[in-house]
């Protein structure tokens, strides 16, 4: 055991080194003392690539809601607004109710973190490492990959990953640590072509011969396709009729009315286009119409400019450039 805490800590020191001079210090959630920055950094950063929320939307939704207390005195379509094109909707909502539940202020033990909606063990680890600097491990994608090709793991179960996580862990310096680790995974230790030769973790990677097996690559899933028909009803007095979804996928979205193809529209129903969207787990191709002087009574009639400001998904998004 001895032996292993001084290559241990030989590690730390030349990850340390390598943070110092290549690390992403750069980054707006690395430069902030702020909390609820960083947590809405973790929220983004879910499923979604660091450029895509740099450049796009981090600073805007800040800008937007500054505090948690502002987060939290918006209404849920206002959040969905400002999150749409970033996919993953639920993350908003959870996020929105969060904030309501945290009643001005993020909590900052593990189990009271892991409470709120919308986060898990990592979300949480993330928040106490980088918000309060606490001795916990993270383990994102990147670092999942690390800890398979350095302990030479072909499969690990989310337990096994976790304890090797923590066994690793430089509890002095968590925060650097933790950043190091995403780091070296999205820049060195890369899923394809790994430049182990520069890597810090070189010396006691066991993985290093055959970095490919670890871990093993899962199969992929061919992606299935859904074609649908999207008829967009507009009232004889220019109104656009739009309701929210209520189902897990895009929940909080509106959309126009969707019928399964093959079924055909109403013969007045005029062709607009066709748009294929691509989803995480599908591709969605549908044929789209316009239905002009639509007699619909009840609610969710829009005119164009409330249309616009409504929480749509992509697809919607390219609908509306045709209206």
Known sequence: ???????????????????????????????????????????????????????????PFLNKFPTLASLAAASEKEVLKSWQGLGYYNRAINLHQAAKQCKNRLPQTLKALQALPGIGRNTAHAVAAFAYHQPVAVMEANVKRVLCRIFALNEANDNELWQKATELLNQRNPYDYNQAMMDIGSMVCTKRAPKCGQCPANDICKGKHAPELFPMAKQKKAVQKRHKIITVYRSCDGKYHATPRK?????????????????????????????????????LEAEVYLFPNKKISG???????????????MAEQKILKWL
Not at 34 to 57: F, G, H, P, W
Not at 247 to 269: D, V
Not at 299 to 313: G, R
């Open 1 to 59: 055991m001895k032996n292993k805490q001084v290559s241990y800590t030989y590690f730390h020191r030349r990850l340390q080194q390598w943070y110092d001079a290549n690390g992403r210090r750069d980054l707006p959630w690395r430069n902030t003392s702020d909390a609820y920055a960083i947590y809405i950094s973790e929220i983004m950063l879910q499923q979604t690539q660091v450029k895509t929320v740099l450049e796009r939307y981090y600073a």
């Open 299 to 313: 609610k969710n009639w829009h005119t164009f400019t409330a249309l616009k400001k409504l929480p749509m998904s």
């Open 247 to 283: 189902s897990r996928f895009l929940n909080g979205l509106y959309h126009f009315n969707e019928i399964a193809a093959p079924e055909k529209p109403s013969p007045q129903a005029k062709p607009l286009g066709s748009i294929t969207q691509q989803y995480s787990h599908f591709t």
